[in-house]
């Protein structure tokens, strides 16, 4: 007999003479002539009610049961006379494929996200990190439908590499050298006797890579893990997180802004329609506005605003920063934050930022201070896009590589794209642990990754 999954036995539009059920016993309540067990197998939310007969072979066994045990059910799918839930399952077997002794973690009481992130293998059985997980997969295949609908291609971009994208220096070191006796030349580390012969490092960013096939593909998009070292243990930052990085052929600033809202709003649209019974516990346990922050950002156009006036804005505001407002630095989570939920009320995209805080592939602008760059901000989260249009002039970008340090010789494939048949071309990052946490309600940024990796944190 086939396995039927919970998600589509609850769904089924009549009852069922033989199913076969495999999962997760969520509870179990014994009496002398029947038990009731709730079973879950991962496929959705609800759980599904067994009844199981005194009159069963095994019924010792089953009345055993206790909370985590894996089990396989047969038996009939009838209606419940039950309020809250349209069927069970009136067992005819019940098979015990795995024990759970009396220390199972999990038990009824409800657990604190701080001690469900010291048992990440088994926290997806919650209800909250089960759902939070769910969501997560299935956003993951909007993002290609979103893309390839649009017939961009998904390029493989890599994990090693030997230059640094954002020119932030905060990258891991990959090396097979032996670091208790590093070979040296000149005091410094001889990274010719590595095993590629030259420094590297994991990426912070596909984004130079995706470029070069924009230039021969046109629209292109990568999603993948990316890498930073930043000390900094906070609910906002992981070491391990995952990007989708598009990037459009024959494209402008004004291109990427749009985009970054069509795609924002494909993905908040998604989550309301296509996972509903789990975003209907987020609204409900974890963040009380959150039907109201994502309908706000599905349904309003995202206002355009220049970094000045953004700044201009911030300043007269009577509001009271932690951090200092000033043309020339870049805004803070609680600025941003000022200005979707406070001042505008609605998502923003803010534009043309100074070109001293920004890296160096942006577009220079004609007043030679700013780029041709944006974010995207939304309420509750602040900044959730950062994009720009590329700097597609060969000279303007050598220059500025030359202006911050760099290394010419590690870029001299980015530049080939600029010396042969260069286009403006455009894109954006979006963090996808940014935008779980936006559609979810959940403010620690470790809750919505499997394994989170953070300063001192290598578990599992």
Request: a negative charge; proline letters at 3%.
């Amino acid at each position: 007999m086939q396995r039927i999954k919970v998600k589509s036995l609850l769904s089924s539009e009549s009852a069922q003479e033989e199913v076969l059920l495999k999962g997760w016993v969520r509870t179990l309540r014994d009496n002398k002539a029947f038990s009731f067990i709730e079973l879950n197998d991962g496929s959705c939310l609800a759980n599904i009610q067994v009844i199981v007969d005194s009159n069963l072979e095994n019924y010792a066994d089953v009345m055993h049961l206790s909370t985590g045990a894996a089990i396989a059910v047969t038996g009939k799918l009838v209606e419940s006379p039950g309020k809250g839930q349209k069927w069970e399952v009136q067992a005819s077997g019940v098979e015990l494929i795995g024990t759970a002794p009396d220390d199972y973690p999990l038990q009824k009481k409800r657990h604190t996200d701080e001690y469900l992130r010291t048992i990440a293998h088994l926290r997806p059985r919650s209800n909250k990190y089960g759902a939070i997980f769910r969501m997560r997969s299935a956003l993951s295949k909007a993002i290609h439908d979103f893309f390839q609908e649009r017939d961009f291609k998904w390029i493989h971009t890599p994990i090693i590499t030997g230059s640094d994208c954002e020119g932030a220096g905060e990258m891991f070191h990959v090396t097979t050298l032996d670091l208790m006796n590093v070979p040296k030349q000149n005091g410094e580390v001889n990274f010719v006797e590595d095993f590629f012969g030259k420094e590297a490092n994991l990426t912070v960013s596909g984004q130079l890579s995706v470029e070069t096939f924009c230039t021969s593909l046109g629209d292109v998009y990568t999603f993948g893990p990316t890498f930073r070292s930043e000390n900094s243990n906070t609910s906002r930052h992981m070491a391990e997180f995952w990007m989708i990085e598009p990037e459009m052929a024959f494209a402008n600033l004004q291109d990427d802004m749009q985009l970054g809202q069509d795609f924002i709003q494909y993905l908040v649209r998604f989550t309301m329609e296509q996972c509903s019974d789990d975003l209907e516990l987020f609204a409900k346990f974890v963040d009380k506005e959150l039907m109201s922050t994502l309908d706000n950002i599905a349904n309003n156009d995202f206002v355009r605003l220049p970094y000045t006036e953004a700044i201009e804005i911030l300043q007269k505001s009577s509001q009271q920063f932690e951090y200092e407002v000033k043309w020339g630095k870049d805004l803070q989570s609680e600025h941003e934050r000022f200005l979707t939920e406070q001042h505008f009320k609605q998502p923003v995209i803010v534009y043309d930022y100074p070109k001293d805080i920004k890296a160096f592939y942006m577009r220079l602008n004609d007043d030679e201070k700013t780029v041709a760059a944006m974010d995207i901000l939304v309420p509750a989260i602040g900044e959730i896009i950062g994009g720009s249009q590329r700097e597609e002039r060969y000279n303007f970008l050598t220059k500025r590589i030359k202006e911050l340090g760099f290394d010419e010789a590690n870029y001299w494939w980015y530049l080939d794209t600029r010396k042969y048949g260069t286009v403006p071309h455009a894109g954006f990052g979006l963090g996808f642990e940014r935008l779980l946490m936006l559609v979810s309600g959940i403010s620690n940024i470790r809750d919505v990754i499997p394994f989170p990796r953070t300063p001192k944190n290598l578990e599992f």
